[in-house]
């Protein structure tokens, strides 16, 4: 390309400055660059400018999703987790780093991880992920994680799953980097009550009251059973 710049129609004032933008277009690399003296068509002369470095990193673009397919979730129930990683480019990710680290609510997890042609990742692991993971531009791996809503879980579940670029590299879109899955927890409890507490001879009639209370943070819809192996319930 060019290598001099040459302007007019303006004037620099005694002591004031002139401010030149240059954009440039580089491989990866580091470039040092330093102008020759600055020249006037009306005379004087200058000095060459300070030695300039500039340093370019390759550019890339991850993206993870993770989804159980659930909005709410029971306690004690096995739930499958899918993650997806890809590399939207234009370079090659080699050490990326998948995160995932699961919520006390979550336990006892497996996972297995699948990587497209070209792309790599761990076969398969137990407890959170840390996995490095290297992705061609345009490449994915999917990780399937496996796992249970602990019993004593009383909160919504939430789980985060991360990607983070090599080092060295730029991620030109971080807002992807994150996903967060979150799952209502679905839990009822009941108090029976009854109603008569005095009786004056055999066969009476006796009532029940039973008090269902969502204590989840799901919202939940009718019909609700219940169930009661002592009486019928109507």
């Not at 660059?33 to 550019?59: F, I, K, M, R, Y």
């Not at 993770?66 to 590399?87: C, F, H, M, P, Q």
């Not at 249970?148 to 590299?169: E, F, I, R, W, Y």
Request: some cysteine.
């Amino acid at each position: 390309g060019d290598t001099n710049l040459a302007f007019s129609g303006g004037s620099i004032a005694v002591g004031g400055t002139c401010v030149v933008a240059v954009d440039v277009t580089a491989a990866k690399g580091t470039y040092l660059n330093q102008t020759g003296s600055v020249t006037s068509s009306n005379g004087g002369t200058g000095v060459p400018s300070n030695l300039a470095t500039l340093t370019v990193n390759e550019a890339i673009d991850l993206k993870i999703t993770k989804t159980d397919g659930r909005l709410a979730v029971d306690a004690g129930e096995s739930l499958s987790y899918t993650i997806v990683v890809e590399n939207l480019g234009p370079s090659a990710a080699v050490g990326a780093k998948v995160v995932d680290t699961l919520p006390s609510s979550l336990v006892n997890p497996t996972w297995t991880c699948e990587a497209e042609a070209g792309a790599s990742c761990s076969a398969s692991g137990t407890g959170n992920i840390s996995d490095t993971v290297n992705l061609p531009a345009n490449k994915k791996v999917t990780y399937t994680v496996t796992t249970t809503v602990a019993n004593s879980t009383a909160t919504d579940v939430l789980n985060k799953a991360v990607v983070l670029p090599p080092t060295g590299m730029i991620d030109t879109d971080e807002s992807n980097n994150v996903y967060d899955d979150l799952d209502g927890l679905n839990k009822l409890t009941i108090a029976k009550s009854v109603v008569e507490t005095d009786f004056d001879e055999l066969d009476s009639l006796l009532h029940y009251n039973y008090v269902i209370t969502n204590t989840g943070t799901s919202t939940l819809y009718p019909p609700f059973l219940v169930t009661d192996d002592q009486v019928e319930v109507t």
